[in-house]
């Protein structure tokens, strides 16, 4: 052995990411009548910051080095660089930064796989990564000022701003993907939702939201408000297919317009070790790839081949799946190219994004949290995956190790 | 006068607070929370206020809770309000049009009836009962909380307190018997007299500290962690400690002290401090239905007291003070960028120090030599320093004020300034020659002020060829402390110079009263007025020790030769003087006052204790000859008056004052006049002022044939 260095190294290695831990509000329905119709989507996510943080009082509020959190729209109470003035509302130290970040869907998802590479190379200790939608105060694309060219030079189809016709394409591109198998597998996510609602797998990860209504006075959120535990394959047969006359997507294999908020906090795994921190699952690589925006739901897809490549893994290590279901035949068209089963039980164990709902830049979050609370409950699998598809044609896709399993690498210097 | 416009007591329609009510899953398993929430549906520039309507509505609403409570339904139910407040406490419009003690004893029941069943829901059905206080919960809005058996409080919540006793009642909706036994006796009177005495409510810290609340949590998501709370009471995970009573001895000795306090403060000028301390003093030994009974007759007496109604209308004085009577349209107002103060002495340096630290804009000090003028830059310093090290100025505020203002001895300097207002010496020639100096340096555009107490305005402007830009605006000493300023319109001023006034005292957060220039304007003509009766019974034979003390039953802030001393017998001489010059013999003159001055002999003694007030020195009786009684033949041919003789002069000479200054076009009305009094002279809200006070007294009628307001408009109507 050689004396260690006196000089600090010019060249410093990457450092493991662990997640810590992951919290999110209730998702309520983005209507005037909805959980959080009176209520600002910038309170949503300070009381997720404010969660995590109590959650974790070995945690000293000074050591974390960013609060990155990402909204779709935004403006008006999701404007003002959400990051910095959630950590200002959260009563965070005002020396802790903090910016505002956006991929659409993905938002969340690339909060925590970009203050994750900041953690890697060593600018950043701890983060909070999160992000919040209301989308019943700010709907998709409003008020957006759409560049012309994209028009003008058939850049995109126009109707590939319609989330919706872009479900419908991949019916088209997929024939086999029917709307049957979409129906089934939209019945099936909303029965493994209430399967895990009732077995106490989803209440740990809420936070509870105080919600004003003028009419009503103050309620208490406690509980996601979309879910339709009595959905049956018969009673979703005569739903409507709003975006294509005699179309296959109907409102039930859709995720339904929601309002919510989501945060985690990630840490370098040798922190992690010298605060005490939980450490719920190391990270292992990601990666976004962008598709035509046409069938922007196969993003997942592509975007999974760069992870898995930069893993060194292939999708049969995978043994747990987080994926979101925007909508039911975009899920399936991910699992048709892998040669996974409908009904695989790797995926989507608590159900998804069809039953509980999709706060856009929000759900990213979730998927990791409800991963994270999978992989203690399932030591003998080894790495996981979490995926989601982003309008406009991407995807994004993170895999993440199981500490709980017998062959876990580790996230310290000590143990690598 | 009586044709002021003003309408006669109707009762307006309640601003009904609604109660609503939702039921809440409790975290840990602890069953459902049944959430009232206090809302009348109005905005935050809106408070709610509990009045006979919204009582109903919470009764009913709370029927239905405890009728939920002993099925078995609900686990706990929590108490609060819309965002920023519980409620501001009783609908005081509604109060003052009660008619009768039926009326009013019911008032007080109705409250008792709705909030008991908070109170007593724990001991019938097992069921406790939370107020969550996420804003300003005062009287009323207070009391709802002090009935459940546990509260917490938002680290953002306005204020708390129970401020009954400062506008002629008591807390009668169970805070006279709760708080002492909830916080202890001695915190008990500070809670129900002291605070209100200082008009000073509670921060939501100090509650936690004195325990009017059991819990604090942060405002982001305090019904959130409220509720987690709530739940962990009722599974009993946490248990809340309560203070034993405390021993009778002790009970009684801090009930006796206070009186004696009360005695000596608070006299007969009004009942409801008496009362509060009555109830306080029986809460230790009766049953709770005996103490509310008790409250109720309380409340209900109060309700009917002329000392009351006087303290509503003085309390909508004040509140409604922040628009002044009179004033032009605010856009006629000068943009401020730089202020000049001439003189560099206490005055000016108070003012330019609270320029600086209000308007934001660099201030110029100008004395005539050096040393003046650093002595005024050290005041600044020296008060930026003791603030900052308080706390109560951030270090850099603190270091902006000290910046910007500057100081001089050259009188160009003013020529970049869009204001500039003169404190030298209170000689007219001297202030007159100050101006025409500054005429020949100041921009066109620029307004010129004075803050003279008595001199007339118009006539130090007369000489100049822009009178009509020269305002008064008269600062009260301390200037920092004093909530008032006079704004004083004189002949030739134009509404641009008053425009710019009143946005300059509204940016310093001072009341303005504005006035016509006549002398001693409102608050200096009516004070040395009375310090001049006072005093000239003295002249005429009555004891120092009983003219002193001869205005004890109108309840003032301090006795008259406190008075004295804190102003300075010097300057009440010289102000006397100008008065009398002025306005003639009706100010009196006094030859002993004048020696005192000239001697520099203090005319007061050390206060017996803190807070209590300071007696006359019985020494400077020599300076007015010796004491005669009643009977005897006085001297300057005057009768020599007791007690009473002494107040009935002075209640007479500002009766008769009063009607020649509306007469005189000094102020529109008699509530300016009352306005100003309560800011300018720390006058009590039970005298309405004053003119409440003379109305009721007969005053008015005996001596001007007319009431000064309409029956019913201060007092309880005929």
């Not at chain 2, 020949?440 to 555009?445: L, Q, T, Y």
């Not at chain 2, 102000?575 to 007061?604: C, F, M, Q, Y």
């Not at chain 2, 009094?677 to 001596?703: C, N, Q």
Request: aromatic residues 6%; proline residues 7%; negative net charge.
């Amino acid at each position: 052995m050689t004396a260690a260095p006196e000089t600090p190294r010019a060249r410093r290695g990457v450092r493991d990411v662990v997640f810590v831990d992951g919290a999110r509000t209730p998702f309520g329905k983005a209507k005037p009548d909805g959980l959080y119709a009176e209520t600002r989507a910038d309170d949503l996510i300070v009381k997720v910051v404010r969660e995590l943080l109590r959650r974790h009082p070995e945690l000293p509020p000074e050591r974390i080095d960013e609060v990155a959190i990402a909204a779709t729209t935004q403006q008006g109470d999701q404007g003002l660089t959400l990051g910095r003035t959630v950590g200002m509302l959260a009563g965070l130290p005002q020396s802790v930064p903090g910016y505002a970040i956006d991929r659409m869907c993905a938002g969340a998802m690339t909060a925590a796989t970009t203050t994750a590479a900041g953690i890697a190379m060593g600018a950043a200790d701890v983060v909070i990564a999160g992000g919040v939608e209301h989308m019943g105060r700010h709907p998709m694309g409003f008020d957006a000022d759409v560049n012309p060219r994209f028009v003008a030079e058939k850049l995109v189809d126009p109707q590939s701003l319609n989330m919706g016709v872009t479900a419908e394409n991949l019916h088209d591109k997929f024939p086999h993907l029917t709307k049957e198998r979409a129906d089934r597998f939209a019945v099936e996510s909303q029965a493994k939702y209430a399967k895990a609602l009732a077995g106490g797998d989803i209440d740990p990860d809420l936070v509870p939201v105080a919600t004003r209504s003028s009419q009503q006075g103050w309620g208490l959120a406690t509980a996601d408000e979309l879910p339709r535990a009595e959905t049956t394959f018969e009673s979703i047969q005569g739903l409507k297919t709003p975006f294509r006359a005699g179309g296959r997507v109907t409102p039930a294999t859709s995720s339904p317009l929601t309002d919510g908020a989501t945060g985690a906090i990630l840490a370098a795994g040798d922190v992690v070790a010298e605060l005490g921190l939980p450490a719920r699952m190391r990270l292992v690589s990601y990666g976004y790839a962008g598709v035509p925006p046409e069938i922007m739901g196969y993003g997942p897809v592509p975007s999974t081949d760069k992870a898995l490549k930069s893993a060194g893994l292939t999708i049969d290590a995978i043994g747990l799946f987080e994926l979101n279901e925007a909508f039911a035949v975009q899920v399936l068209s991910f699992l048709d190219h892998y040669g996974i089963a409908d009904d695989d039980p790797r995926v989507n164990q608590y159900g998804g994004a069809l039953a509980m709902g999709h706060p856009l830049a929000g759900s990213g979050v979730r998927l990791m949290t409800q991963l994270a609370r999978q992989f203690e409950q399932h030591p003998e699998v080894r790495y996981g995956l979490t995926a989601m598809c982003v309008g406009l044609g991407q995807g994004g896709s993170v895999i993440w190790e199981n500490p709980h399993h017998a062959d876990y690498s580790g996230h310290t210097d000590e143990e690598n | 006068m009586s044709e002021t416009p003003s309408t006669t007591p109707a009762a307006p329609p309640e601003r009904v607070t609604h109660t609503l009510v939702r039921d809440v899953r409790m975290p840990g398993g602890a069953g459902t929370l049944a959430l009232v929430t206090l809302d009348n549906g109005l905005d935050h520039t809106k408070p709610n206020t509990l009045g006979p309507a919204g009582l109903a509505e919470l009764k009913a609403a709370l029927e239905v809770v405890r009728t939920r409570a002993e099925s078995g339904e609900i686990a706990a139910v929590g108490v609060t309000g819309k965002p920023y407040f519980v409620a501001a406490g009783a609908d005081l419009k509604g109060i003052t049009v009660v008619s009768g003690h039926d009326e009013a004893v019911e008032l007080g029941r109705m409250g008792h009836a709705a909030y008991t069943i908070l109170g007593d829901l724990h001991g019938t059905t097992g069921v406790p009962t939370f107020a969550f206080v996420n804003g300003l919960a005062l009287g009323g809005g207070l009391e709802v909380a002090l009935n459940c058996d546990y509260r917490t409080v938002a680290s953002d919540a306005a204020a708390l307190g129970l401020p009954e006793t400062g506008i002629g009642l008591v807390p009668g909706w169970g805070g006279a018997y709760l708080v002492p036994r909830l916080v202890g006796i001695e915190k008990a009177v500070e809670v129900i007299l002291t605070r209100p005495a200082a008009n000073k409510p509670y921060k939501p810290a100090e509650a936690l500290q004195i325990g009017l609340v059991d819990e604090l949590f942060e405002a982001a998501d305090f019904l959130e962690q409220s509720i987690v709370w709530a739940a962990k009471v009722v599974t009993g995970e946490i248990e809340v400690p309560r203070r034993e009573l405390d021993p009778q001895p002790v009970w009684d000795a801090v009930v006796a002290a206070t009186k004696d306090r009360l005695d000596a403060v608070v006299g007969t000028s009004r009942p409801a401090p008496h009362r509060a301390l009555e109830l306080l003093a029986a809460a230790r030994n009766a049953i709770k239905t005996d103490a509310f009974d008790a409250e109720d007759q309380a409340l209900a007496d109060l309700v009917m007291t002329d000392e009351m109604r006087a303290s509503i209308y003085a309390f909508n004085l004040v509140g409604g003070g922040k628009k002044p009577q009179g004033a032009p349209d605010p856009q006629l107002a000068r943009p401020i960028t730089k202020v000049g103060v001439v003189g560099a002495g206490l005055m000016a340096a108070q003012m330019a120090f609270l320029f600086a630290q209000r308007l934001g804009v660099p201030v110029v000090m100008r004395d005539l030599d050096q040393e003046r003028v650093d002595n005024g830059l050290s005041f600044v310093r020296e008060t930026a320093e003791k603030l900052a090290g308080r706390g109560r100025l951030s270090p850099d505020a603190a270091a902006r004020i000290v910046a910007s203002v500057s100081g001089t001895t050259d009188i160009g300097e003013f020529a970049s300034c869009d204001f500039v207002i003169e404190a030298v010496t209170e000689v007219m020639e001297l202030k007159k020659k100050v101006f025409a100096e500054l005429e020949g340096v100041i921009a066109p555009e620029a307004i010129l002020a004075t803050n003279t107490s008595a001199l007339s305005v118009t006539e130090m402007a007369a000489d100049l060829a822009h009178p009509e830009r020269v305002v008064g605006i008269h600062f009260f000493n301390p200037v920092a402390q004093m909530p008032l300023v006079e704004v004083i319109n004189a002949e030739q001023t134009a509404d641009v110079a008053l425009a710019t006034a009143f946005a300059i005292t509204k940016k310093l957060r001072k009341t303005a009263v504005m006035s016509a220039d006549r002398p001693g304007f409102v608050v200096n003509r009516l004070l040395l007025l009375v310090m001049g009766q006072v005093v000239d019974a003295i002249e005429g034979g009555t004891p120092v020790e009983v003219a002193d003390r001869a205005l004890a039953p109108l309840g003032l802030p301090m006795p008259t030769f406190e008075l004295t001393d804190l102003v300075g017998p010097a300057v009440a001489q010289h102000v006397l003087t100008s008065l009398r010059e002025n306005l003639g013999d009706r100010i009196p003159a006094s030859a002993g006052l004048a020696k005192i001055v000239e001697d520099g002999t203090r005319v007061v003694l050390d206060a017996p204790a803190k807070g209590l007030p300071k007696p006359v020195d019985p020494a400077i009786q020599e300076y007015f000859g010796p004491a005669l009684s009643p009977g005897e033949p006085g001297r300057n041919g005057q009768s020599v008056l007791d007690a009473d003789g002494v107040l009935d002069s002075v209640l007479t000479a500002l009766t008769t004052e009063i009607g020649l200054m509306l007469e005189e076009g000094v102020v529109p009305g008699p509530q300016q006049i009352d306005l100003a009094m309560i800011l300018g002279a720390g006058w009590g809200f039970h005298t309405g002022g004053i003119t409440p006070y003379l109305d009721r007294t007969g005053y008015s009628e005996k001596v001007l044939g007319k009431r000064f307001l309409p029956d019913g408009v201060a007092n309880v109507p005929a």
